[in-house]
């Protein structure tokens, strides 16, 4: 039942590295005491954008690898490609965001912030999540064209 082989695959590596850089992300903010940027309202509103993407990502992505490695061939039977297309790009669109909000932040100034270092790493490790999500919604989309 169980095929952790599917992990070697393009797909399965995808969603390790989705999940994996999510759980990156959120231990480099905690740990660094990180900011969105903003003030005031703006703040929050950013601050909202970043949990709701790193935790709702992971709750998305977490159990599509846990039922991609449940069952890779007959994946489809659980979800649509569709679906998974979906998914994907919300999370490109979402980590892109972030990325974009956190490099404003910690190097949009005219003079970069002292000790900037982890946030601009966060911004980073963020814009490179959006990619492999943007990755994986193109073999999504392969996948639901074969």
Do not use: W
Not at 29 to 55: C, E, K, P, Q, W
Not at 119 to 125: H, P, R, T
């Amino acid at each position: 039942m169980t095929d952790t082989r599917a992990l070697a695959h393009a797909r399965g590596a995808m969603k390790i590295a989705e999940v994996a850089l999510a759980v990156v992300c959120l231990v480099v903010y905690r740990h660094y005491n990180l900011s969105f940027g903003g003030t005031d309202t703006a703040a929050a509103d950013r601050y909202i954008v970043g949990m709701v993407t790193f935790g709702g990502m992971l709750l998305i992505s977490g159990p599509l690898l846990l039922a991609y490695i449940r069952n890779p061939a007959g994946i489809v039977n659980y979800y649509t490609p569709f679906l998974e297309v979906i998914y994907n790009l919300i999370g490109f669109v979402l980590f892109l965001t972030v990325g974009g909000l956190v490099l404003e932040h910690y190097k949009g100034h005219l003079k970069p912030l002292e000790g900037s270092e982890p946030g601009v790493a966060l911004g980073a490790i963020c814009l490179v999540n959006s990619i492999i999500y943007l990755i994986d919604a193109s073999l999504a989309i392969k996948q639901g064209t074969e």
